[in-house]
């Protein structure tokens, strides 16, 4: 197996990118394939005694993309990019997975147009894993929907139960709904239909979800669109950040709150362990034609090491393969709400018409206006 790996992506990038490369060469023995600068690359691979011995190729890439670029712009003007070259060999099936902590907005650009769509899939999304009360569960879309149609809030929740149920090892995963009420009327129209179609689906949906359940474990999967679910990340993460300076700030007040601290700390690093994002690596963009998985932009070595290792992880366990047996065995959940909503642009048509004619049988003056216009 080898896996693409953006050499030239993320806020330290390609040093910590390449150290990482070389730490998961190392420790799982998975071929590296890294893509950018080959001078820049290199010479950071030949900082390392065992270069030689270890299964890591470089393919070099002329185009850089800055963090801060458009998507769009980049789409258009690097198509010779580390992100567009990596994707491409997966697409050529020269390797197995790709990975990257570059500009998210390109990863996912570039992949969407590179690798496809898997077929049943109208966009992909984001799966991002986050730590609970009940252990691991997994939101998604965390981002790369703004705007999701009710077909595809239905599609994010069959492709994450098919993650937790193979990648996070839940038998029967619990599917949740994030809306504002738990109550099935509760949302907007997009999610009370979305929440009609999951529960008529195959996986075992528990029906809404409140923010508050999130972190109390009482789902396993969370489904929401990429507007919704990055808020809430982003809210959460700033969250951690503002607790973690709290405590430090109360643990150095005095000589008996640094011993408590210093009697704790085994279990603040505990803590600290399963909810730090770099354990994980990265997120899976789910619903392409091929596995990719989207860093953190500030990725440290261990973290690109433990996101190469899930790709290696998604390949093996054949992620896209369930997705595509979960999005055919609820086809005709699919077809009944698409009829259903051609129904109901009919009705709606139907409805409005009849009433236009009723209003100009009541005043004729209606009529010739029509007519004028």
Known sequence: MKIVVDAMGGDHAPEAVVEGAVLAAREYGV?????????????????????????????????????????????????????????????????????????????????????????????????????????????LDAGANVDCKTIQLFQFGIMGHSFAKYILGKDTPDVGLLSIGEEDSKGNEVTREAFQMLKSSHIKFIGNLEGKEVYRGNADVIVCDGFIGNVALKISESL????????????????????????????????????????????????????CIIAHGSSSPKAIKNAINRARELVEKKMNEHIREGIEQNLAVSKESFWKQIKSIAFTSETEENADNAAKETDPSLENKSKQN
């Open 240 to 291: 951690a950040e503002m607790i973690g300076t709290n405590l430090k700030q109360l643990f150095m007040t005095n000589w008996r709150t640094k011993l408590g601290y210093f009697l704790l700390k085994p279990h603040f690093m505990e803590f600290k362990k399963s909810v730090d994002y770099s354990e994980t690596g990265g997120a899976p963009l789910l619903g392409v034609n091929g596995v």
């Open 31 to 139: 071929g590296v394939i890294l893509t950018g600068l080959s001078d820049r690359v290199e010479a950071e691979l030949s900082k390392y005694e065992d270069r030689d011995e270890l299964p890591i190729e470089v393919v070099h890439a002329e185009d850089v993309v800055e963090m801060h670029e458009s998507p769009a712009k980049v789409l258009r003007g690097k198509k010779k990019s580390s992100i567009k070259v990596g994707l491409q060999l997966v697409k050529d099936e020269s390797a197995a997975a790709f990975v990257s902590a570059g500009n998210t907005g390109a990863v996912l650009a570039f992949s969407t147009f590179t690798l496809r769509p898997l077929k049943g899939v109208d966009r992909p999304a984001i799966a991002i894993q986050l730590p609970t009360l009940k252990g691991p569960a997994i939101l």
